[in-house]
């Protein structure tokens, strides 16, 4: 199956390394903690931290407030982090910023463990769905409001591995 293509493989690994060049000049030298959202995140996660030049310890977290094509509003802890945050750098890297209730719920968990500096990487910011404000430190692309799949993202756990975006034009 193939879909519109939103966004090409090439654009995407270039805005990658852009970002990871602001990541790597704003803290040269010293550790970050990249923790990826689950699932949407591993394939940004992965060509960010090969791109990074500061030291990386990688975690996962996993949590779900999506079913289908819709947000449930409420969002659940299904995998927390191993790595103890508490005085060090944490960036949080998700896939998209949709409603945003993900990523600040996050942000206030992570604010809890008091970490040394915490800002938020995303690979795509769709403004138009924005309820819960958020402040995204080093974004990729805002798109418009297109349901997206592919490079991570997913449609009921389906089309992570296309290498560009596209826009999910299915049945839902
Ligand atoms: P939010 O909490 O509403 O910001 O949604 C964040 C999560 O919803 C993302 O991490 C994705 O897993 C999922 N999501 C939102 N929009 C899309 C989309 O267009 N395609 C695939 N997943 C999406």
Redesign the pocket.
């Known amino acids: 199956m193939s879909f519109p293509e939103l966004i090409s493989k090439d654009s995407i690994q270039k805005r990658v390394r852009e970002l990871a060049k602001e990541i790597s000049n704003e803290f040269h030298g010293e550790e970050v903690v990249v923790v990826g959202?689950l699932?949407?995140?591993f394939i940004f996660c992965a060509d960010l931290i090969r791109e990074i030049d500061t030291p990386v310890i990688l975690d996962f977290i996993s949590v779900s407030?999506?079913e289908g094509?819709e947000?449930t509003g409420e969002?659940k802890i299904n995998l927390d982090i191993k790595t103890d945050v508490t005085g060090k750098n944490v960036i949080l890297v998700?896939?998209?910023?949709?409603?945003?209730?993900?990523?600040s719920?996050l942000v206030e968990r992570f604010k809890k463990s008091n970490p040394k500096s915490l800002k938020v990487a995303s690979l795509?910011y769709?403004p138009a769905?924005?309820?819960?404000k958020?402040d995204i430190d080093y974004l990729a692309f805002e798109i418009e409001d297109?349901?997206?799949?592919g490079y991570g993202?997913?449609?009921n756990g389906l089309y992570r591995e296309l290498p560009y975006v596209g826009i999910?034009n299915g049945e839902v």
Do not use: M
């Not at 297109?146 to 799949?149: G, K």
């Open positions: 959202v699932k949407g995140s407030s999506y094509t947000s969002l998700e896939d998209i910023v949709d409603t945003g209730l993900t990523i719920s795509l769709k769905r924005i309820q819960h958020v297109h349901f997206v799949i993202l997913d449609f999910y």
